[in-house]
């Protein structure tokens, strides 16, 4: 499966070279999931016939595969070969059991790595139920209305919409998936020709018919899954070689209604959305922008499809359009948007330590994207993350992030696993600090959350004198003795470092609010999964300080002593805020 980030596109057709019901362009925003890399093929979709023939759910009637609850066989699955010859399923009658052909021509092509043809919609939506069932998913089809629960995480057909994002694959103005122009070096497809010439301008194949690879003198004419090149987002075939069902029924008008978030196509109709093209069509059904409407019961040599996978988009997704949903935070990551991470809008500094400190894909939670620290066995810095944000006088640490603004009081919540096997406690996880000069890194406070022993604590500093209210720390990590008045540290009371606290996602958040000017009502304290571990309070943190906020928190992987062994620790989910943010649901 392939990671599909969550974003906004312009969906629907760019060029003058479409239909009508490809207009009018219009924006789409998504939520993120995976999708899978390749059309299944015809081996996984006889395992899953074979399986249900042992469990009795499946009946053959004159060669064709339907439910065994369908007494009036009105939902049929797939035919096999003794009802279409271009089906590559084979059944024997006195086994019970199916197989993959393989074809006789030439050297005997063995099919079972080429997608499956001559399947209905509804035995793409019973594969995806049988995917769910097999690896311990919620279901996401009733197979008695056939309507889809897109609340459920388990395995479904992909919207109309989410096709053709993730078709895309991040050239969302292109006609096809990596370009203008098509020949039989990118996807397998009829180059369709009149008067001796490609009868599109933008088909460049230098010769006329089909797929000389796969034109074997017997249809269909499919390729072995993932021949090409993969587009941006690592999806195979996306163009050509078998066209794809959709969940979405078809409308040939829906776009002019058709929503901002996570369209799911029209409440009814009669039939479901094909896309992508296939081996025996030309290239203009395999542009990005072409969408057919075709009976869910109806079977092809060019039908086959793929599936996708829900990912809890209330944890997945938290920060998508945060800005309108919390108004009360200042900033938010879960890592799942592929810009920079230094830029407007994220972080002012990044170490990326040569590639120890990374966002992955599938390692976060609900197999998100996170960022995965490694440390080297003995290595004591492993990468950060710094966060500028509120006014600050250092240009250098401002990234657009409410810079006009002074916050004394914040709170910050990020999550927080160790691998299995860990072992030890590194010293540093976060501080938030206070910059106070244009010209170096002088701090009025830093409120430290780090470790000693198995156990985070708070750690809150005071940077200032409180007889002048002047800065003492000159640059950053002033230990220049009288400069910093340690405050008193208080350590939390879950071992979170222990080996019963490994593999499992914390939820850490922290508060840190400066004291009034003059006094001591400063506040330092950490949860964890919303139990409160550690509280200082009656802090004098900046004295009568204000010229300047708390305006950073940096994100640390620092070991004093060194990592005892090579081990790996992840953060997700990093959020910002003024006010208390609390964990999210299961």
């Not at 439910?67 to 024997?92: E, G, K, L, V």
């Not at 006009?404 to 709170?411: L, N, Q």
């Not at 096997?421 to 780090?450: C, D, E, V, Y």
Request: aromatic content about 14%.
């Amino acid at each position: 499966m392939a990671h599909i980030p969550y974003s906004g596109f312009e969906m629907g057709n760019n060029f003058d070279d479409g239909l009508s019901t490809e207009l009018p362009l219009h924006p789409v925003m998504l939520d993120s999931l995976y999708m899978g890399k390749y059309e299944v093929t015809n081996r996984q979709f006889c395992d899953f016939l074979n399986f249900a023939e042992d469990c009795n759910q499946i009946k053959i009637d004159g060669g064709i595969v339907y439910a065994a609850s369908d007494i009036a066989n009105n939902f049929p699955y797939c035919d096999t070969s003794t009802r279409s010859s271009y089906s590559q399923i084979d059944y024997n009658d006195v086994t019970q059991t199916f197989s993959v052909k393989t074809k006789p021509e030439g050297n005997g092509r063995d099919m079972s790595n080429d997608p499956m043809v001559q399947v209905s919609w509804y035995g793409a939506a019973a594969y995806c139920n049988f995917r769910s069932d097999r690896e311990g998913d919620e279901t996401c089809y009733n197979t008695s209305t056939w309507t889809c629960d897109f609340s459920k995480k388990g395995y479904r057909l992909p919207t109309e919409a989410e096709w053709e994002y993730a078709a895309r694959g991040g050239t969302p103005s292109c006609r096809f998936p990596w370009g203008d122009t098509i020949t039989h070096s990118q996807a397998n497809y009829y180059s369709d020709w009149q008067d001796g010439n490609p009868a599109y301008p933008y088909d460049l194949n230098p010769k006329e018919g089909f797929h000389p690879d796969s034109n074997d003198g017997i249809y269909p004419y499919t390729s072995v899954a993932g021949s090409f090149s993969a587009n941006g987002f690592g999806l195979f075939d996306m163009a050509g070689n078998v066209c794809e069902w959709c969940n979405d029924w078809h409308n040939s008008t829906y776009y002019e209604t058709s929503p901002y978030d996570n369209p799911l196509g029209p409440l009814s109709g009669t039939s479901r959305v094909l896309r992508g093209g296939s081996w025996a069509v030309n290239p203009w059904a395999c542009r990005l922008a072409t969408r057919f409407g075709y009976l869910p019961d109806g079977r092809g040599y060019h039908l086959g499809f793929r599936i996708v996978r829900n990912l809890a988009p209330h944890r997945l997704n938290e920060c998508y359009n945060w800005k309108n949903l919390h108004p009360e935070w200042i900033f938010c990551d879960d890592f799942e948007n592929d810009t920079a991470l230094v830029r407007d809008g994220r972080y002012f500094e990044y170490d990326d330590d040569n590639g120890d400190f990374v966002p992955i894909d599938g390692i976060g939670l609900d197999c998100s994207k996170a960022m995965r620290v490694l440390f080297q066995s003995g290595e004591v810095s492993a990468g950060n993350l710094k966060l500028g944000f509120g006014r600050n006088p250092n240009d250098y640490m401002n990234r657009d992030i409410r810079e006009t603004e002074d916050f004394r009081d914040i709170y910050y919540r990020m999550y927080l696993k160790m691998q299995d096997g860990w072992q030890g406690s590194p010293a540093k996880l976060s501080r938030a600090t206070s910059f106070s000069s244009s010209t170096n890194w002088s701090q009025a406070m830093i409120a430290h959350l780090w470790s000693s022993g198995l156990y985070l604590l708070v750690d809150p500093v005071r940077c200032v004198d409180p007889d002048t209210n002047l800065v003492k720390c000159i640059g950053y990590n002033d230990f220049t003795p009288g400069h910093m008045d340690w405050l008193g540290h208080l350590a939390g009371v879950t071992p979170i470092f222990d080996s019963l606290h490994d593999g499992i996602w914390y939820c850490v958040e922290a508060h840190v609010k400066l004291n009034d000017p003059g006094m001591s009502n400063g506040l330092q304290e950490f949860w964890i999964d919303g139990n409160l571990e550690a509280r200082r309070d009656g802090l004098n943190f900046v004295a009568s300080y204000t010229d300047y906020a708390i305006n950073a928190i940096f994100f640390e992987n620092w070991w004093n002593g060194g990592s005892l062994q090579t081990q790996e620790r992840y953060f997700d989910n990093i959020v910002v805020s003024t006010q208390p943010i609390g964990c999210m649901s299961q």
